[in-house]
Structures are given as C-alpha cells and as structure tokens.
C-alpha cells in the first residue's frame, strides 16, 4: 500500500484534491506496475509560511511529497514517477518544479497492513489486492 503524503503551503478546493488524486493513482499504477485499491493519498495543508524550502524562496507554493513504497522499484521508475507527479502538481497549481522535493521510503510488503491481508512484497504486473 503506497501512502504517498503531500504538504503543501496552500489549500486546494476539495474537488482539486480529488482530481489530483485519482491522476496521480493513475501515474503511480502505471509507472510502479501495479493497481490502484491500495494506493493511500494525504494532504496536509499549511499557511504559506509553515513550509520552507531553500530554493523556493518565500513567495512560492511549495510541495514536497513522503511517498512510502514496497522496495523493488528501480531508480528509473521512481525517478519518472517523480517528474510526472512535478508535471502534475505545476499543471494543476502552478508548482515550479524547483519547489518540489520527493522523498522515497522503501518498506518490504509486510510493512503494510490492511484489515483482511497483509501485502506482499511487490512483483512486475500485480495487483495485490485482486483475489
């Protein structure tokens, strides 16, 4: 189960949460191989001045994702699923790039635990939640 946390300095209306949501399930199933049933989004939203990030100055929306992912992805997937949740985020908000940080953990799949199964660790092509 991904859980991929998103901060931002602003707040977004909640229909905008959901589209970028389901866009970025779509980016994260596509590119990591896999389904969308168990993929956990959050947002937490602050003031603009309760996040800082060097190269953003103090003037600019800022994101920074804590993307929790079963291990086995390779750096190229992780790196492409990066560029296109940045694309994501400066398309719908107008997030520079630049003021965008992504930071990877890697967990084995029993890490993550749902109420009728605990998830495996992850293979090319699977969907862990299909029966």
């Given at each position: 189960?991904?859980?991929?946390?998103?901060?931002?300095?602003?707040?977004?209306?909640?229909?905008?949460?959901?589209?970028?949501?389901?866009?970025?399930?779509?980016?994260?199933?596509?590119?990591?191989?896999?389904?969308?049933?168990?993929?956990?989004?959050?947002?937490?939203?602050?003031?603009?001045?309760?996040?800082?990030?060097?190269r953003?100055?103090?003037?600019?929306?800022?994101?920074?994702?804590?993307?929790?992912?079963?291990?086995?992805?390779?750096?190229?997937?992780?790196?492409?699923?990066?560029?296109?949740?940045?694309?994501e985020?400066?398309?719908?908000?107008?997030?520079?790039?630049?003021?965008?940080?992504?930071?990877?953990?890697?967990?084995?799949?029993?890490?993550?635990?749902?109420?009728?199964?605990?998830?495996?660790?992850?293979?090319?092509?699977?969907?862990?939640?299909?029966?």
């Amino acid at each position: 189960m991904p859980h991929l946390q998103f901060e931002l300095n602003f707040t977004p209306e909640i229909s905008e949460k959901h589209l970028f949501a389901e866009a970025v399930k779509q980016h994260f199933s596509s590119i990591m191989s896999t389904g969308t049933d168990h993929i956990g989004i959050t947002f937490r939203c602050y003031a603009k001045n309760d996040l800082v990030f060097g190269r953003a100055g103090i003037d600019g929306k800022i994101a920074f994702l804590n993307a929790d992912i079963r291990m086995g992805r390779t750096p190229e997937q992780k790196r492409r699923l990066s560029m296109e949740i940045m694309t994501e985020l400066n398309d719908r908000w107008q997030i520079p790039r630049e003021h965008v940080y992504v930071i990877y953990t890697e967990h084995d799949g029993p890490d993550f635990q749902l109420s009728d199964r605990v998830l495996p660790s992850w293979q090319t092509g699977e969907d862990p939640l299909s029966d």
